[in-house]
T-cell receptor, first 113, second 109 residues
Framework: ETGVTQSPTHLIKTRGQQVTLRCSSQ?????VSWYQQALGQGPQFIFQ???????GRGNFPPRFSGLQFPNYSSELNVNALELDDSALYLC????????????FGQGTRLTVV | RKEVEQDPGPFNVPEGATVAFNCTYS??????FFWYRQDCRKEPKLLMS???SGNEDGRFTAQLNRASQYISLLIRDSKLSDSATYLC??????????FGDGTTLTVKP
């Protein structure tokens, strides 16, 4: 096990609603990245948080936002959900400043209906 | 053009076969490189890091060619348990990791 935990594991929401996904990073890691993985595709980078600030963002609209807390855990918030937001959302923790690998949580599978 | 491109696959091979996956990346400033394995409906898990000098871990060998911006993964003596999707990952100096779409491998008895 990686020590990265995400909650919830599964979620069903209605179009237009808002959702918050949570991630606890691995001990010793100070950076959290969020990814969206649609079926049949590789994970797509949403954004990264380091020292409680957004540090890099992919091609996702502003309705995707996040937070990082002093203990390095993180939240991903998505407003005004759309059907295309249905995907596996993955959180990865790593140590910024080193070229070390990132470890993933088990993901949250979000279904928007 | 995608930042990281992989052989689309799928690769269907018999047990014991040797199989090679290729990956190219477009950002010459990329700093570190990895192969991840992802089983169906699970999270990606690190298989191995990739170094210019090449590195080997049991039946798995990874190679990086910075001049050609090319990464490879070789699996020898394939096992049924090797069946999975293999993701090529490239990380820039800001720590952002870019994934390929993966190559699916099925090892058959």
């Amino acid at each position: 096990e990686t020590g990265v935990t995400q909650s919830p594991t599964h979620l069903i929401k209605t179009r237009g609603q808002q959702v918050t996904l949570r991630c606890s990073s691995q001990s010793g890691h100070n950076t959290v990245s969020w990814y969206q993985q649609a079926l049949g595709q590789g994970p797509q980078f949403i954004f990264q948080y380091y020292r409680e600030e957004e540090n890099g963002r992919g091609n996702f609209p502003p309705r995707f936002s996040g937070l990082q807390f002093p203990n390095y855990s993180s939240e991903l918030n998505v407003n005004a959900l759309e059907l295309d937001d249905s995907a596996l959302y993955l959180c990865a923790s790593s140590f910024r400043g080193g070229f070390t690998e990132a470890f993933f949580g088990q993901g949250t599978r979000l279904t928007v209906v | 053009r995608k930042e990281v491109e992989q052989d689309p696959g799928p690769f269907n091979v018999p047990e014991g076969a040797t199989v090679a996956f290729n990956c190219t990346y477009s950002n010459s400033a990329s700093q570190s490189f990895f192969w991840y394995r992802q089983d169906c409906r699970k999270e990606p898990k690190l298989l191995m890091s990739v170094y210019s000098s090449g590195n080997e871990d049991g039946r798995f060998t990874a190679q990086l060619n910075r001049a050609s911006q090319y990464i490879s993964l070789l699996i020898r003596d394939s096992k049924l348990s090797d069946s999975a999707t293999y993701l090529c990952v490239v990380r820039g100096n800001a720590g952002k990791s870019t994934f390929g779409d993966g190559t699916t491998l099925t090892v058959k008895p």
